[in-house]
């Protein structure tokens, strides 16, 4: 993304560009989040009269939530569907192209979408005069998810450079450490420590990227090998509903627990884009509240860059 280029869809993260973190997105957000927190100050309502179609084929609770408060925070109508493979033409077998196509007809100005299959929202994208917004595609990317990701770590360091950051857990089907990956691998001196079981490490094609982009990484398989250096660890879930249903899950190595909260740094965060899960334990409910956990305001970050985006997109 650069002035010459104009974002139009969102697709994957590797299309946003350092530049547009930094000086674009980053400083709106602030301002968004700063319009929402501090009492008396206005919202702008600069969506106001138009309308944003949310299709939504897989479960969500914060992305689908976020975007939807984001659009009617800054004035825009909303139209949702929470559950678009049951209860939109989709299960009479239309294509996503012609849904979005459907959406321009009914002057939407946007169409954000949740899919089943990675590329989903590409195949949309390709035939769409409006914008689309990738809410997370299959095992593909969650790009919106990477944007307040990044936006929680520059707000806790105040910059994103020359950090050491663990992305843990299922690395493989995770669509979230995938789109975050890629924009760490757009900052400088980033060091990356890849923990994953057997079977869930991450894919070839973002470590070809990193690799290709001279960003240095490690793979490991236990968390607390590494919990002491890092500046970020951003935990992740098995995705077991992209597994076949015989695989066992053993994440014993990939857990949140007293050894490594006793070798986590004192100024480091613990993150996670949630949901976490029971099963699979990777950071349980006794350490929500420590001060270097910061699931929930990676929420909130959700709604102010997911403002941001859509007021820069839209407007
Ligand atoms: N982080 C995230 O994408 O959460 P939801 O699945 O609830 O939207």
């Known amino acids: 993304v650069s002035e010459k280029s104009p974002l139009q869809h969102v697709l994957e993260s590797q299309q946003l560009s350092r530049s547009f973190?930094?000086?674009?997105?980053?400083?709106a957000a602030y301002r968004m989040q700063m319009s929402t927190e501090v009492v008396g100050d206005e919202i702008s309502r600069s969506l106001a009269g138009q309308s944003i179609s949310c299709?939504?084929?897989e479960p969500s609770t914060r992305t689908r939530f976020s975007f939807e408060q984001a659009a009617g925070f800054l004035g825009a109508r909303v139209v949702s569907s929470e559950n678009a493979g049951e209860f939109s033409s989709a299960i009479k077998g239309e294509s996503i192209e012609d849904t979005v196509r459907v959406m321009e007809a009914l002057k939407f100005s946007a169409v954000i979408m949740r899919?089943?299959?990675?590329?989903?929202?590409k195949k949309a994208a390709a035939v769409s005069k409006i914008p689309i917004i990738n809410a997370g595609d299959g095992a593909g990317q969650h790009p919106t998810q990477a944007l307040l990701d990044l936006y929680t770590i520059h707000q806790k360091f105040g910059l994103v450079d020359d950090l050491r950051v663990a992305l843990v857990g299922d690395l493989a089907n995770g669509r979230t450490a995938r789109s975050l990956a890629y924009l760490l691998g757009k900052y400088e001196n980033i060091y990356l420590d890849l923990v994953a079981p057997v079977g869930m490490q991450m894919k070839q094609d973002i470590l070809d990227y990193l690799g290709s982009h001279g960003i240095r990484f490690e793979q490991h398989?236990?968390?607390?090998?590494?919990?002491?250096?890092?500046?970020?660890?951003?935990?992740?879930?098995?995705?077991?509903?992209?597994?076949p249903s015989e695989d066992t899950v053993n994440g014993e190595?990939?857990?949140?627990?007293?050894?490594?909260?006793?070798?986590?740094?004192?100024?480091?965060i613990i993150m996670h884009p949630l949901p976490r899960?029971?099963?699979?334990?990777?950071?349980?409910?006794?350490?929500?509240?420590?001060?270097?956990?910061?699931?929930?305001?990676?929420?909130?970050?959700?709604l102010y860059t997911r403002m941001a985006l859509l007021n820069y997109l839209l407007n």
């Not at 973190?21 to 400083?27: G, I, K």
């Not at 899919?115 to 929202?121: E, I, L, P, R, W």
Request: charged share 30%; proline share 4%; net charge negative.
């Open 21 to 27: 973190l930094d000086h674009e997105l980053f400083p």
């Open 55 to 57: 299709l939504f084929y």
């Open 115 to 121: 899919t089943k299959q990675a590329g989903d929202a």
């Open 221 to 243: 398989q236990r968390l607390v090998d590494v919990a002491e250096h890092a500046d970020a660890i951003y935990m992740t879930r098995a995705q077991t509903e992209r597994m």
């Open 253 to 268: 190595g990939v857990r949140i627990n007293d050894y490594v909260m006793a070798a986590v740094k004192k100024h480091a």
């Open 277 to 302: 899960s029971d099963d699979f334990a990777e950071l349980p409910e006794k350490y929500t509240d420590d001060p270097r956990v910061v699931i929930f305001q990676q929420v909130a970050n959700g």
